[in-house]
């Protein structure tokens, strides 16, 4: 199938696909002629990539998964998850204090407000 089909059927643009391809996160793509010519494990591909941009893997850590294989490890990815989730943790926990010290500011702004 063409690269218009292809986005037709994962929602990325067809500059995403060439951008992904030029990266080497779809392996080898046939050309005939001109033209690049896709199968479906490519567009599996391009639909996990964009699940995976989703939830914040950047197209650098996906690549950094692939590693010079041209299908993923679920292991690694598992791992990578795990550490990926690990980070999202720590920062919800930071945005917690950083809102509490904002209530706390605002709580003394507003007595100081009381008072004079």
Known sequence: MYIGEVSKLTGA?????RLYESLGLLGTVVRKGSYRIYDDNHVRTVIL?????????SLA?????????TVLSWD????????????????INLLHQQQSMI??????IKKCLETN
Do not use: C, P
């Open 76 to 91: 690694v990815v598992s791992a990578f998850l795990d550490q990926k989730s690990k980070v999202i943790e720590e920062q």
């Open 61 to 69: 850590e996906f690549k950094r998964l692939l590693g010079d294989k």
């Open 103 to 108: 209530k706390r500011y605002q709580y003394n």
């Open 13 to 17: 643009s067809a500059k995403a696909i």
């Open 49 to 57: 990539i964009k699940d995976a941009q989703s939830i914040g893997v």
